[in-house]
């Protein structure tokens, strides 16, 4: 069973807007505009006179009405965005750094203002955002640094098991970032199943990953650990603190404790693959179960009530063999 650890709900998506999470893989069978907010993804319905949670450029300039952002502010793979751009290359539209110009001087707030990913900031480039060192800092240097946390925790015996990330059967976990970048860490089980590593060997910026294919290691004394990837894509920044410092992947895997950054042209595409919410959960459970059979059948029957599995299985149990462990949960 699985209990909840911690709860932070969102307190407003929207004014004026209904919304519901949505589920991994229904596409357009759901009604509303798909929008990531906190790295889970909701459909927001707008109602009448509605304000939308994650607002696209366009609105915010007031060249459009009501235009929500699923794109994870990704402009420069934004359909949307191309289309917009392709009419004010025609005539038939203005642009939205146009509209911008034309406001009064302390109203020229920047794009990452206008869409509420930061505090009031006025604009001093002339909305050529290209020649502007703040936005090229804020895109490729402060949202990939940004630390991510969870709104909500749940937990499986002592496996933490948060809402909103995407994980892969070899307990590799990833997280939608706003500008469309994807952030990667081991999850909770693995890293109290494997104990402490001496080392993370993590992939350097620039390699390319494949889904479902050996992307990093770990490594304990002499036992090395190969772990499957679980998204497609480039590294674009390594945590270097957890480099330095494996032990932070272990106290907060979901925080500080983040491996990499990836850029990927299909973020909906490679998220598709993975678990989310309740088949997290139906996963965990039945993985946490597999577990407990392994230890049973070298140590004896658990507690009664199950319990509550240590923080280093391995190392409190080697009877239960590093690559017996590793073939098993972390499919390599």
């Known amino acids: 069973m699985a209990e909840k650890k911690k709860s932070v709900q969102r307190s407003q998506v929207g004014f004026g807007s ?3 999470k949505a589920q991994a893989g ?4 759901q009604q509303g505009v798909a929008a990531v907010l906190g790295g889970q993804v909701w459909l927001v319905k707008p109602d009448k006179k509605a304000k939308t949670a994650n607002p696209c450029l366009w609105m915010q300039a007031g060249v459009v009405k009501f235009k929500n952002c699923d794109n994870y502010y990704d402009c420069t793979s934004c359909k949307y965005d191309h289309a917009m751009d392709n009419k004010v290359a025609k005539g038939k539209q203005i642009s939205w750094q146009e509209a911008m110009k034309k406001r009064p001087d302390l109203d020229r707030v ?10 009031k900031r006025m604009c001093a480039y002339d909305y050529e955002c290209a020649k502007c060192d703040f936005d090229q800092y804020f895109e490729d240097i402060w949202t990939t640094k940004a630390k991510a946390l969870p709104g909500e925790v749940q937990q499986i015996k002592g ?4 809402m909103g990330y995407y994980f892969h059967n070899g307990h590799a976990w990833a997280r939608i970032e ?12 693995a890293l109290k199943m494997l104990g402490q590593a001496d080392a993370l060997d993590l992939p350097l910026i620039g390699k390319e990953l494949d889904q479902s294919k050996v992307g990093w290691g770990l490594k304990r004394k002499d036992n090395l650990a190969d772990v499957l ?5 480039v590294i674009m920044e390594v945590n270097a603190k957890v480099r330095e410092n ?3 992947a272990n106290n907060e895997p979901y925080g500080d404790g983040w491996l990499f950054m990836v850029r990927t042209p299909d973020v909906k ?9 309740q088949d997290s959960l139906s996963w965990m459970n039945t993985e946490v179960s597999e577990l407990e059979g392994m230890i049973e059948e070298v140590a004896g029957p658990l507690a009664a009530d199950g319990g509550y599995l240590a923080d280093d299985i391995y190392g409190n149990l080697p009877d239960l063999g590093w690559k017996n462990l590793t073939q098993k949960f972390l499919r390599t």
């Open 26 to 29: 229904s596409g357009d069978k």
């Open 178 to 189: 706003s500008g469309g970048y994807i952030r990667v860490g081991l999850d909770d089980f």
């Open 246 to 248: 494996p032990m932070l």
């Open 110 to 119: 920047c794009r990452h203002s206008l869409t509420h990913r930061i505090e």
């Open 18 to 20: 209904t919304y519901q």
């Open 159 to 162: 496996f933490d098991v948060p």
């Open 269 to 277: 595409g490679t998220m598709k693959q993975l678990m989310v919410d």
């Open 229 to 233: 990837s679980p998204v497609d894509g």
